[in-house]
């Protein structure tokens, strides 16, 4: 039958695992668990960790809203002044280079 852990020593595990300092095999030896274990502790973190972002991002802020916004027309307009630049360099690229 598997051991349970307790959820803050699960938590030390993954940080210690997290840091690279030492590999998977020796954090496991030092902790006393299996490397199979910290391997699927570390994955159940990684796709907790991933939820809990993409449900941050699923329901950005008013202030998120509004600074996408802002970003939005702000690289809108960037583009055209972008494609302003281009045919004028195009333009004046046509009388410079001989015929």
Known sequence: MPVAY????????IAVARRGEQSRAQ?????GI?????ARWLS???REDAGTTSRREAAPSSGEQDE???LRRRLKQVEQ?????RRATAY????????
């Not at 959820?7 to 595990?13: A, G, L, S, T």
């Not at 004046?92 to 015929?99: E, M, Q, S, T």
């Open 27 to 31: 954090v496991a030896r030092s902790f």
């Open 6 to 13: 307790p959820p803050e020593f699960r938590r030390d595990v």
């Open 68 to 70: 996408v916004r802002e």
């Open 34 to 38: 299996s490397e199979s274990c910290l």
């Open 81 to 85: 002044e972008n494609e302003i630049l």
């Open 92 to 99: 004046f690229a046509r009388d410079v280079l001989p015929k």
């Open 44 to 46: 159940i973190a990684d």
